[in-house]
């Protein structure tokens, strides 16, 4: 038997698997669904629909179908149920790959240029997030290689949020290229990232593509946006401004209050995100529905009222492939990534993170090292656990970038007095003033009671904890 269906052909008794099961709008048939087999997907109706299958169409994954599929008007194409039933379990096939919708027949490319572009972000903040999330190791990864991008409308197939998350980052790559104010790391990063959401918003296996409770209550932009962050906040070195622009960038990420976006975009970078991720989509919906015009000239696009596509020649007397290759084979091409670039920076001594009088200021030695985006000017060696809740543990090497003033809530390197160096968080209270106690170091271990360090005229803050080394 043929796994091809043709308009204008008949079949008996044949097995599909259903989803996107829609109830009767308006003068419209009694229920529309989607039927796949064999990397066959069609959409399907049944004008009249009886209670017992009703009741099958909408609890029973595979389906049992008698019907023929539209040849001519309106619905060419699509199948016309006349009879259906629940498939018994005998009926069911352990192999149910041919169940599955099929994923794209570049697969194998967009996994490749998803690793390129990762590799491509050298902002050790993001580059570590990206490796935190996209590791090979945990169940991540396997489910966003094989997640839809949507229910239906764009990249709605296996493997389409890779394909959709690889466009985006490419389009904001090329962006960046040629507007060179604009962070390329940050782009692609966010880029990446932007749709994580949907592996909580959407099912996956035969179901893959229907929404969730979590996704029909919340959406995929504040699910992704919400399980970013508490990764950043895992990442106890992360910067907290740049946890805000990340953030951001995800919860804009469909640019207008009228697409589901929780925040306009605030800035260039996310402008960018927004216009990349929409260009995606709308190509993709523009090409799907061209590839199923029927020899038509125009079509109207589906599932969006008042837009039609042109289908036609567009008068070109080289094909479009030919053209990029031979004009802009600088876009094409994997971006050429300098190194990192390495400084040489002194490692002052030791600092306490315990008692004050474990520090030390003797010089012991210089490191090679990529420092932090923002920079650093030395760099000093843990001792002590004091500051183990925050993960800064014994023998740690940390970046201290010199301050005139800390913030309230600072990591800091301190002097105190004939005790020696500490690490501590540094603590204000605004309200006293200048007054005696309003300033104060602090540990972050809640196994230890360590006492607070009053900052005063003995205390010298000698700058900032920007970022952290640790050898295994």
């Not at 959401?197 to 296996?205: I, P, R, S, V, Y």
């Not at 038509?296 to 070109?316: A, K, P």
């Not at 600088?330 to 920076?345: E, G, M, N």
């Not at 060696?381 to 301050?403: C, N, P, Q």
Request: charged fraction near 25%; proline fraction near 5%; include cysteine.
């Amino acid at each position: 038997m043929t796994t091809e269906l043709l308009p204008g052909e008949k079949f008996r008794d044949r097995l599909f698997s259903r989803s996107h099961v829609e109830k009767k709008k308006g003068n419209g048939p009694d229920v529309k669904l989607i039927l796949t087999f064999s990397n066959g997907r069609h959409s399907a109706k049944k004008w009249t629909v009886t209670d017992a299958e009703r009741a099958a169409i909408s609890l029973s994954p595979f389906l049992v179908v008698t019907g023929e599929v539209d040849k001519g008007g309106t619905y060419e194409g699509e199948i016309t149920i006349n009879s259906v039933r629940s498939a018994a379990e005998e009926e069911i096939p352990e192999d149910l790959t041919p169940y599955l919708r099929p994923g794209h027949e570049d697969a194998a490319q967009h996994l490749s240029r998803f690793e390129q572009l990762m590799s491509s972000v050298q902002e050790p903040n993001l580059r570590c997030l990206l490796d935190k999330i996209f590791d090979k190791e945990k169940e991540i990864w396997p489910q966003f290689c094989q997640a839809h991008a949507a229910g239906k409308k764009h990249h709605a197939y296996p493997g389409g949020l890779l394909h959709h998350s690889v466009e985006v980052a490419e389009l904001c790559a090329a962006a960046a290229e040629i507007i060179p104010t604009l962070s390329r790391d940050l782009l692609v990063a966010c880029a990446l990232l932007h749709d994580l959401g949907k592996l909580t918003e959407m099912e996956h296996g035969l179901s893959a593509g229907e929404y969730t409770a979590a996704g029909i209550l919340n959406g995929h932009i504040s699910l992704g946006a919400s399980r970013v962050r508490q990764i950043m906040n895992s990442l106890k070195t992360f910067p907290s401004q740049l946890k805000e622009s990340v953030t951001h960038m995800i919860l804009s990420h469909h640019g207008i209050l009228e697409y589901g976006s929780p925040k306009l975009p605030m800035f260039p970078e996310a402008q960018v995100l927004a216009q990349c991720d929409l260009l995606s989509a709308r190509v993709f919906e523009y090409t799907e529905a061209a590839k199923n015009a029927n020899g038509q000239l125009c079509v109207w696009l589906s599932g969006r009222d008042n837009v039609q596509i042109y289908t036609g020649d567009l008068g070109l007397q080289m094909p479009p492939e030919v053209v990029k290759e031979a004009a802009f084979t600088y876009i094409t091409q994997p971006r050429k990534v300098p190194a990192f670039q390495t400084v040489t920076l002194r490692i002052r001594g030791l600092v306490a993170a315990g008692s004050p009088d474990q520090g030390s200021r003797e010089e012991e030695e210089t490191r090679e090292v990529v420092p932090p985006a923002c920079g650093a000017d030395f760099l000093v060696r843990v001792t002590g656990d004091s500051m183990a809740d925050e993960g800064i543990r014994e023998h740690d090497v940390l970046f201290v970038k010199e301050v005139e003033s800390p913030r309230n809530g600072d990591i800091v390197v301190a002097h105190v007095g004939a005790n020696g160096e500490v690490v501590k968080r540094y603590r204000s209270d605004p309200a006293a003033g200048t007054e005696v106690g309003a300033q104060w170091l602090e540990s972050e271990n809640s196994s230890r009671n360590y006492p607070n360090i009053p900052v005063d005229g003995d205390t010298r803050i000698r700058g900032k904890v920007v970022g952290l080394l640790r050898d295994f």
